[in-house]
Every structure is written in C-alpha cells, then in structure tokens.
C-alpha cells in the first residue's frame, strides 16, 4: 500500500480523470475535487466552451490537477 504524501488529496485521479472524460463540460471532476463554484462556472458554460475542459483534461492526465484544499490529486 503507497503512502500519502502530505501534499497529497485522498481523491483518485483515475476517478477525476473519467468524470473529465465523461462529465467535463458539466463540470462532473470539479464536483467530485469539492470545487463546486467552479464546477457550476463550468455547467454553465459547457465546460468554457471546450476550451477548459480541454486544459482539465491535460491537467488531471499529467497529475497537476487540485482538489479544492489546493492539494494535488495523483494517486490513480
């Protein structure tokens, strides 16, 4: 079993990633990171127009993705 880091967030990056995939442009990965201002930002712009969703998606596939506590989510 790895060991958290204390930097770390207890959220999977695996499960972000496929909310991303799946829900990006409603925002579903920023619910699920606790960042539900950001996440309803998102519903209502689709996603910032493909754009944001885009760079989340980049963001949680290289582990430089945050939850809301600004702790990185890299455990898969």
Same mark, same amino acid.
């Given at each position: 079993?790895? /060991?958290?880091? @204390? *930097?770390?967030?207890? %959220?999977?990056?695996?499960? @972000?990633? =496929?909310?991303?995939?799946?829900?990006? +442009? #409603?925002?579903?990965?920023?619910?699920?990171? &606790? %960042?539900?201002?950001?996440?309803? @930002?998102?519903? #209502?712009?689709?996603?910032?127009?493909?754009? +944001?969703?885009?760079?989340? =998606?980049?963001?949680?596939? =290289?582990?430089?993705?945050?939850? /809301? *506590? &600004? #702790? =990185?989510?890299? /455990? +898969?």
């Amino acid at each position: 079993m790895s /060991k958290i880091m @204390a *930097d770390e967030s207890t %959220k999977s990056r695996m499960i @972000a990633l =496929l909310l991303c995939f799946l829900t990006g +442009w #409603l925002g579903g990965h920023r619910f699920y990171c &606790n %960042k539900v201002g950001t996440g309803i @930002a998102m519903m #209502l712009t689709m996603g910032g127009f493909g754009l +944001w969703y885009f760079v989340d =998606l980049v963001m949680i596939s =290289l582990g430089s993705f945050r939850d /809301k *506590d &600004n #702790l =990185l989510i890299s /455990k +898969w």
